[in-house]
Nanobody, 116 residues
Framework: QVQLVESGGGLVQPGGSLRLSCAASGFTFSAYAMRWYRQAPGKERDLVAIISTAGTVRNYADSVKGRFTISRDNAKNTVFLQMNNLKPEDTAIYYC?????????WGQGTQVTVSS
């Protein structure tokens, strides 16, 4: 059974940091590129960051460049999103996504709220 379980979300003040984790099981994690998406209330789900299978290639949405870092640990089947200097506009549900060709899996999401 494929599972992607996100954790690490919560309430943080502007300028603060959070580290999201996504634990994967039920598939060959190291063979999948991993992505983080986010969806704010009333908006579409947007791509935030992507990391290649070996972690050698990383790309980010312009809105998070220089503040967010995606990483992965293939030995632990986990992908991370380190989020620094958080802004109110980062408030959203953050989703983990695994992709390999036409195969794609999603987690249930974790809420991140940035507010004073």
């Amino acid at each position: 059974q494929v599972q992607l379980v996100e954790s690490g979300g919560g309430l943080v003040q502007p300028g603060g940091s959070l580290r999201l984790s996504c634990a994967a099981s039920g598939f060959t994690f190291s063979a999948y590129a991993m992505r983080w998406y986010r969806q704010a209330p009333g908006k579409e789900r947007d791509l935030v960051a992507i990391i290649s299978t070996a972690g050698t290639v990383r790309n980010y949405a312009d809105s998070v460049k220089g503040r967010f870092t995606i990483s992965r640990d293939n030995a632990k089947n986990t992908v991370f999103l380190q989020m620094n200097n958080l802004k109110p506009e980062d408030t959203a549900i953050y989703y983990c996504n695994a992709v390999r060709g036409v195969l794609e899996y999603w987690g249930q999401g974790t809420q991140v709220t940035v507010s004073s």
